[in-house]
């Protein structure tokens, strides 16, 4: 649905300096897909979906919707943004004052180019307002709802021109810790119900995690890897996407001997000998960093069955109590290891624990000079 190809936007600052905030951006849409741009603040998200809007203008690189183009630099295309049909909801939305919830989500219609009837105008307001759960509130003033209502209005304008395209940029990010994590599933709910072809720009990773078909992490202006949110959790290409989704623990190691026949090897690390799998080419002493997750670093007080390949010595170091969760940091050797586990585990801090953990469980990222600054 939405094809955009080499992307390169770039700004002059007010020294002159040109910042390459876009740089090579690639991806497909597929229709009523919900696709996320995910990275740090300052990778390039927003000026990736400003760039697909049309309020920036290209370097170079083509954006296609249905296989017409929106902008080309080949071509010579570019279409304005209010010629484009899009809708978009920015992190800084304005609920206007002095106005109802009805006249709010109706603006767009009395003000566009296109003249819709009273009748029409009502049809179509009331019906978007249904969508997001605020047909009940459509005589209030806009000023009188709550933060998570006034975001969900802002969605209805947004939708109210039926775009073919919505475009969100952080969205959520005014709310509260509480509301924002109850309107991600709403926005979640809003997007599959209407099926809707969706950009969305967040820095949070657990909001992409929850909310996407697809995530592609940017950094500098690049996008470093894309795929389902299981891929990128599980299957992080890079140092720089293991660290920004999700919490892992990193342990250097050099490779001791491979066994591609049965995809895996064996590594020597900071805490000692590890069996991890093998998914790409290494060779023996080439230096790597083998990382697992929190939740995969199993504990135990009893030396386990010692039919466990990965099993490690290590003491507790510190815990700490997060009500769902207890966060263990076991050092072994000088390496302390984040552990994440049922709050059950009542190990005392300085005393003996053993883990545990299971060879598939570790994901192995070949050593990048590239990924250090
Ligand atoms: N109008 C602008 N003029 C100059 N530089 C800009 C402008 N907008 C953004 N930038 C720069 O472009 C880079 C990418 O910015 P942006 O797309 O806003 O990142 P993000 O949305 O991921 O935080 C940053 O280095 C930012 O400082
Ligand atoms: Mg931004």
């Not at 300052?42 to 000026?47: L, M, N, S």
């Not at 954006?63 to 943004?81: H, L, M, Q, R, W």
């Not at 049965?262 to 093998?278: A, Y």
């Not at 670093?297 to 490690?312: G, I």
Request: glycine share 6%; proline share 6%; charged share 25%.
């Amino acid at each position: 649905m939405l094809n955009v190809q080499g992307l390169f936007t770039e700004y002059v600052s007010d020294k002159g300096v040109v910042v390459k905030a876009a740089q090579d951006v690639t991806f497909e849409v597929p229709q009523g897909k919900l696709f996320t741009l995910l990275g740090p603040s300052g990778c390039g998200k927003t000026t990736t979906l400003r760039s697909i809007a049309g309020l920036e203008k290209p370097v170079s690189g083509s954006i296609e919707v249905n296989g017409k183009p929106v902008y080309s630099s080949a071509d010579k295309v570019f279409v304005p943004p209010n010629k484009r049909g899009f809708g978009m909801v920015f992190q800084s939305y304005a609920i206007w004052p002095h106005m109802t919830v009805f006249q709010n989500a109706s603006f767009p219609l009395e003000v566009g180019n296109k003249k819709y009837s009273t009748q029409e105008i009502r049809q179509r307001v009331m019906r978007v307002l249904e969508s997001v759960e605020l047909d009940a509130y459509h005589e209030r003033d806009a000023t009188r709802l709550s933060g998570g209502q006034q975001q969900r209005l802002a969605l209805a304008r947004a939708l109210v021109m039926e775009p073919q395209l919505l475009l969100l940029d952080e969205p959520l990010s005014n709310l509260d810790s509480k509301l924002r994590e109850k309107m991600r599933f709403e926005l979640k709910k809003i997007q599959r119900e209407l099926g809707i072809t969706t950009i969305y720009v967040t820095h949070d990773q657990s909001e992409a995690l929850a909310l996407s078909h697809e995530i592609a992490v940017m950094r500098n202006g690049r996008i470093m890897q894309m795929g389902t949110p299981r891929d990128i959790y599980e299957r992080p290409n890079s140092e720089f996407v293991a660290d920004f989704v999700g919490t892992i623990n990193f342990v250097q190691a050099t490779v001791r001997s491979t066994d591609p026949d049965q995809n895996r090897m064996v590594v020597d690390s900071e805490i000692g000998v590890v069996q991890v799998p093998m998914n790409e080419a290494f060779h023996v002493g080439e230096k790597v960093q083998v990382c697992v997750r929190p939740e995969d670093v199993h504990l135990s007080d009893e030396n386990p069955p010692d039919t466990h390949t990965n099993h490690y010595l290590g003491s507790v170091f510190a815990k700490i109590f997060l009500g769902d969760v207890l966060d263990f940091q076991v050092k072994v050797n000088d390496k302390v290891m984040l552990a994440r586990v049922h709050p059950s585990q009542k190990t005392p801090v300085g005393a003996p624990i053993h883990i545990v953990l299971d060879p598939s469980d570790w994901i192995v990222i070949k050593a990048q000079a590239s990924d250090k600054h």
